[in-house]
């Protein structure tokens, strides 16, 4: 008989497994998290201060690069390395489909054209193989590929450097859901030409906003994101190019920067919680558990199963009191914003495939043992009905 967490009541509260639950972590670190905003608020230091500077100079070194600029969102990040690039307008950008939109979103408002690339089914990121096949074929056309690590786990940037640098193209990372994840001892964010990150609450290193960093080595196109993200500006009331207003909050840096003193606690704390799944599901023959290379590090963002049934699972889950979503159900490709792209359906067989199977479990540091016992055995019985 199972206890239903979302019936049973402890201590008066009502249970109920949440999808992320950033009140764990606050409990802990939140006393931490107020002083600092205070001292941002009686500093009235709110634009570009110290606590800005400290927290690029603290990632830089966290991801191992030596420039971090913070920007107002990943969104941003992403936007203001493609302003910053000054890539040849309209030219092809190889992306995947399978994505949160900003990925492609980003692209179009810096004048590029989004190519959609189809995934390796084990990963769910861009497949090298079929990112040559689009070089080859393509050629001239393209200026850059951006991958995404999706879910925390890096693309696999060992076939994918090699390749930019043999066409010729700029390679840069969406590190939007993977800050804390590696590949052979190389931290997400440190890969291609230049990378973006987040800092959306439900990130591994989420604030209490929006928030976003741009990593890179090249010291040049540093100095043109800082430019674009205060209005293109290079000297005072100056402005060299077309920017925008991108900035990211001192209140936000100084939350981010308590957060990050706990986030190889909590990265640790992820992957428990992504083995104790794996333990748990094991045996399933519905379920297709979530592939981490040798070598790879994920940051768990997501835990992503591939389920049979899943859309009648996903109800009899959401029934049980156990939230789960599905990250994506309509690839970009066929959305209505990019059907002048030219990309029908069947197009990208293995994100569509994709779209269709995946489903994400609850996933945060702070997920309990019995919650997710709870969760496996919904799920198992389930497919025993
Ligand atoms: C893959 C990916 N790219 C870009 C973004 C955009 O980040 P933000 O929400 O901070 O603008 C996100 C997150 O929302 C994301 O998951």
């Known amino acids: 008989m199972l206890k239903g967490f979302s019936e049973s009541k402890k201590g008066g509260n009502l249970w109920a497994v949440r999808f992320i639950d950033l009140s764990r972590g606050y409990s802990r670190y939140g006393p931490e998290i107020e002083e ?22 603290e990632l830089a070194q ?71 096949e689009a070089l080859r074929r393509l050629s001239d056309e393209v200026s850059a590929v951006l991958a995404v690590s999706l879910f925390g786990l890096p693309a696999d940037f060992e076939a994918l450097e090699p390749l930019a640098e043999e066409y010729g193209v700029v390679l840069v990372e969406d590190a939007c859901q993977s800050l804390g994840g590696e590949l052979a001892g190389r931290r997400s964010g440190s890969f291609g030409r230049a990378a973006a990150t987040s800092f959306f609450p439900a990130k591994p290193l989420g604030g209490a906003g929006d928030g976003g960093m741009v990593f890179t080595r090249d010291e040049d196109l540093a100095r043109r994101v800082r430019a674009l993200r205060v209005h293109g ?26 957060k990050l003193h706990y986030f190889e606690e909590e990265l640790r704390l992820r992957e428990k919680v992504a083995k104790r799944y794996c333990e748990l599901l094991k045996g399933l023959p519905e379920i297709t558990l979530p592939y981490i290379p040798e070598g790879y590090r994920s940051a768990w963002a997501q835990f992503t199963i591939r389920a049979e049934g899943r859309d009648d699972l996903k109800a009899w889950l959401a029934e049980k009191g156990i939230p789960t979503m599905v ?59």
């Open 233 to 258: 500006q290079t000297r005072n009331y100056y402005y060299e190019y077309s920017g925008i207003n991108g900035r990211l909050d001192e209140l936000q840096a100084a939350i981010l920067r308590v």
């Open 327 to 385: 990250y994506y159900p309509l690839p970009l490709h066929l959305q209505p914003v990019f059907q002048d792209l030219g990309f029908g359906e069947g197009s990208l067989p293995e994100t569509e495939r994709a779209a269709r199977e995946v489903l994400s479990l609850p996933m945060h540091p702070y997920l309990r043992e019995e919650e997710q016992a709870f969760i496996v055995e919904t799920i198992r019985e389930f497919y025993r009905r």
């Open 36 to 57: 600092a905003v205070c001292r941002v608020l009686r500093s009235t230091r709110y634009i570009l201060g110290p606590e800005v500077s400290a927290l690029e100079a």
């Open 62 to 132: 966290f991801v191992g690069v030596p420039q971090a600029i913070g920007v107002s969102s990943g969104t941003d990040a992403l936007l203001l390395i493609f302003k910053a690039l000054d890539l040849p307008p309209g030219s092809k950008v190889l992306t995947p489909s399978f994505t949160f939109v900003a990925t492609a979103e980003a692209l179009r408002r810096a004048g590029l054209r989004p190519y959609f690339v189809d995934i390796d089914p084990r990963t769910f990121n861009l497949s090298p193989k079929a990112v040559e």
